[in-house]
């Protein structure tokens, strides 16, 4: 996608259509990867998550790749609809230690579902 | 509701105003977090306690900050003098230990005048 006024990557698709969402993390020592979804005013809410001992998960109408050699996550909607419109942000957390937890975000990107 | 929540939504204060912030966290989580989002960014992690020990302050914590967890339920966010740069939306979230899943509150928007 290319940047728009926010500086975020946008994705525009149509109803029906699947879209697949990019994200680089950063920390090769990152244990956990999750995506988020954030509509407008609200919080960031749970999509679906994955060890960094798998490469594929699925969920419903979702499934999430990661590919530790060069530090991508993807994240795929199947049949997108319009509630599917939002910002996602990946977000990756390390395997123990007191920053357990501590969840380090990715940069945003808004999908655009047109009906 | 049996979400987390957070008071108020929003908050508008002149600088150099102290704010207050609430956030309620599921009953059962043992675990709570806050962050900051600023306009076109994801969250920046804060801090977070396990029960009512807080465990890690993130360098963003400035002394002006500071977070209280005292009977390992509700947490509250004070900001002492506040500056513009304050301003943005304030999220709380909370999980179970040991499960990364973390749900988030719908967050308190500060403007600073």
């Known amino acids: 996608g290319e940047s728009v006024g926010l500086h975020l990557p946008t994705l525009s698709v149509q109803e029906g259509d699947n879209s697949i969402i990019n994200c680089a993390y950063s920390?090769?020592?990152?244990?956990?990867f999750i995506w988020y979804k954030q509509e407008s005013g609200k919080g960031p809410q749970f999509i679906i998550d994955i060890r960094s001992n798998m490469d594929k998960r699925q969920g419903q109408r979702v499934t999430v790749l990661l590919n530790k050699t060069v530090k991508h996550l993807s994240l795929q909607i199947a049949a997108t609809q319009p509630g599917d419109s939002a910002v996602y942000f990946c977000?990756?957390?390390?395997?123990?230690?007191?920053?357990?937890?501590?969840?380090?975000f990715g940069q945003g990107t808004i999908l655009t579902v047109h009906p | 509701d049996t979400g987390v929540s957070q008071d108020p939504r929003h908050k508008i204060t002149k600088r150099g105003q102290n704010v207050t912030f609430r956030c309620d966290p599921i009953s059962e989580h043992n675990r709570l977090y806050w962050y900051r989002q600023t306009l076109g960014q994801g969250p920046e992690f804060l801090t977070y306690f396990q029960n009512e020990a807080q465990l890690e302050k993130s360098r963003l914590l400035s002394d002006r900050f500071s977070a209280e967890r005292p009977k390992g339920s509700f947490s509250t966010l004070e900001i002492q003098r506040t500056e513009q740069g304050d301003s943005a939306m304030y999220l709380c979230?909370?999980?179970?230990?040991?499960?990364?899943?973390?749900?988030f509150g719908p967050g308190t928007r500060l403007t600073v005048l």
């Open positions: 977000a990756e957390a390390p395997a123990g230690g007191t920053s357990y937890g501590k969840l380090t």
């Open positions: 979230a909370s999980s179970l230990r040991l499960v990364n899943e973390q749900f």
């Open positions: 920390n090769s020592a990152s244990d956990y």
